[in-house]
């Protein structure tokens, strides 16, 4: 196994895969001091307020003079990042993609024509005050029937919103909620509100669009007397539905896949986002849709992607998206570097152009096809930017509330966190998966013992195919699932 690595020749910094101590060579030059996994070290002497390149990219500026062989992080090193900036389109060729393997998924086919991986009974609460009420129907319902046969479950989101808001936030409240209802992984969902909140349960109805009817209940507390006992009776009339749905066999290119990183560290950007990169273009490659989320984490790196859109159209969404985010950060009177977080930088990740170029490794090689905004659904196949902020549990609410059947979660620091979609968490390091089984399904660290992208891609595919027929995720295992609603406004 390699202890250290440069990923492109160009890098003035290479990176430690295990820990290192003073005075050992390492990319030829001796280390003036102990390097941590997953941090940096100069390659050569790096002059204050020279570029440091890591990926073959400016990851930020040296504050002071580097000598070889030291230690390269926050201590000696600052973002370059700015504010909002003008780009221009340099539409870069579309990447070759590799030779794919066809594979089948089995999966239930929605009256409308969609797919659904899951086949659940949900509980949405329009309003935070119904959470408990939402918990304690499924908890009944589960007494009732605690091996239901023919469906995957019966789980209720609960959040804090619905009510005493106003503007983009409640619009936004309401608009996920919606998606929500009308996602292919549920085969039957109660809507419960309270009855005078703000997310009023007739506009509600009124502005969700088609729906399926048969599959779709309504309840307001207080217009009945045991709201526990009502909310039941729903969910026994959609289980009578649901439990008779069968799974069909599919191509993989049906899925729409979402894809994710929290509590990175210094390997995110060279074992598990690369490979997920190479799972972006294998759906690329045969038809599929994946989704890249995450804008701020996309500073820094925003003119790789802007030069893979697939037509000027696309890379004006890129602009929009980018300096629209750093807007509301400035609006905000925070700078748009404020990242990455302590356990980031723990783990060896220095500036956010050092965070975002991991990042985006998640995206591959593959063309741009789309930009999605709020309001907007999925509609193209292939990679397809989604906005959104940085935070674990807002981004894949967002990612699922898209279409998203299930999200790829890439950690180097670990999480036990799921969405209420599957959500398979990829490890960086080895260590983590050994130690957390718990949170992690897969292991993409012993890419730097040795073992190779084209093994582990293998072996993730297959791991995305069972999981999409039927096999659960940890956070299923564990009941990890959560949602959490992006928030900008005031609370009344």
Same mark, same amino acid.
């Given at each position: ?10 890098? +003035? ?12 060579? #390492? ?14 070290? #100069? ?18 500026? #040296? ?79 589960? /007494? ?88 039941? #009776? ?29 509590? *990175?560290? =210094?390997?995110?950007?060279? $074992? ?138 890439? $950690? ?21 998966? +050994? ?19 084209? *093994? ?12 999409? *027929? ?10 990890? /699932? ?5 928030? $900008? =406004?005031?609370?009344?």
């Amino acid at each position: 196994m390699k202890n250290t690595i440069v990923i492109s020749p160009a890098d +003035s910094v290479g990176v430690a895969l295990t820990p290192l101590k003073k005075g050992e060579s #390492a990319e030829g030059v001796i280390l003036k001091e102990d390097i941590e996994k997953g941090h940096k070290f #100069a390659l050569r002497a790096i002059a204050k307020g020279e570029k440091v390149i890591k990926y073959g990219e400016v990851i930020g500026r #040296a504050k002071s003079d580097i000598g070889a062989g030291e230690h390269v992080h926050t201590h000696n090193m600052a973002t370059n990042l700015e504010g909002t900036l003008e780009y221009s389109y340099h539409k870069k060729a579309a990447a070759e993609l590799d030779a794919v393997k066809p594979r089948s998924v089995e999966v239930y086919e929605r009256k409308n024509g969609e797919v659904g991986i899951r086949n659940e009974l949900w509980v949405i609460p329009t309003v935070g005050c119904v959470n408990s009420q939402a918990k304690a129907i499924v908890k009944e319902f589960e /007494r009732r029937h605690p091996n239901a046969e023919g469906i995957d479950g019966c789980f209720t989101f609960t959040h804090p919103y619905g009510c005493s808001q106003i503007g983009d936030d409640h619009e936004r409240t309401r608009l996920i909620l919606q998606r929500m209802v009308k996602h292919p992984n549920c085969g039957g969902v109660l809507v419960f509100g309270l009855g005078c909140e703000n997310n009023r349960m007739d506009i509600f109805k009124e502005t969700l669009g088609e729906y399926d009817e048969e599959r779709t209940e309504f309840l307001v507390a207080q217009e009945v007397g045991d709201e526990i006992a009502e909310g039941v #009776a729903k969910l026994e009339i959609l289980y009578e539905k649901a439990k008779n749905d069968k799974r069909v066999t599919k191509d993989i290119s049906c899925l729409k896949i979402g894809l994710k990183c929290g509590g *990175s560290d =210094g390997l995110s950007g060279i $074992t598990a986002n690369p490979l997920v990169g190479r799972f972006s273009d294998y759906m690329a490659a045969v038809g599929g849709t994946t989704v890249l989320t995450e804008v701020p984490e996309m500073f820094g790196a925003e003119q790789l992607l802007m030069d893979r859109a697939k037509d000027e159209e696309t890379f004006d969404k890129i602009v929009h998206l980018i300096n629209g985010f750093k807007e509301y950060y400035q609006k905000h009177d925070q700078p748009v570097y404020e990242n990455p977080s302590p356990g980031n930088k723990a783990g060896g990740i220095t500036t956010l152009e050092d965070k975002s170029l991991g990042c985006t490794q998640k995206s591959g090689r593959s063309e741009v096809c789309d930009v999605l905004f709020d309001g907007d659904a999925l509609t193209s196949h292939g990679l397809n930017l989604l906005n959104g902020p940085g935070n674990d549990m807002v981004a894949v609410t967002n990612l699922a509330s898209a279409g998203c059947h299930m999200v790829l979660f890439t $950690t180097g620091r670990g999480t036990p966190f799921g969405g209420f979609v599957p959500t398979i968490k990829i490890s960086t390091n080895s260590d983590i998966a +050994s130690r957390k089984p718990n949170w992690i399904d897969f292991n993409a660290g012993s890419i730097v013992e040795g073992e190779t992208f084209e *093994s582990r891609l293998e072996a993730l595919i297959d791991l995305i195919a069972e999981t999409a *027929s039927g096999k659960q995720t940890v956070n299923e295992r564990y009941d990890s /699932r959560d949602i959490a609603i992006f928030k $900008t =406004g005031v609370t009344l």
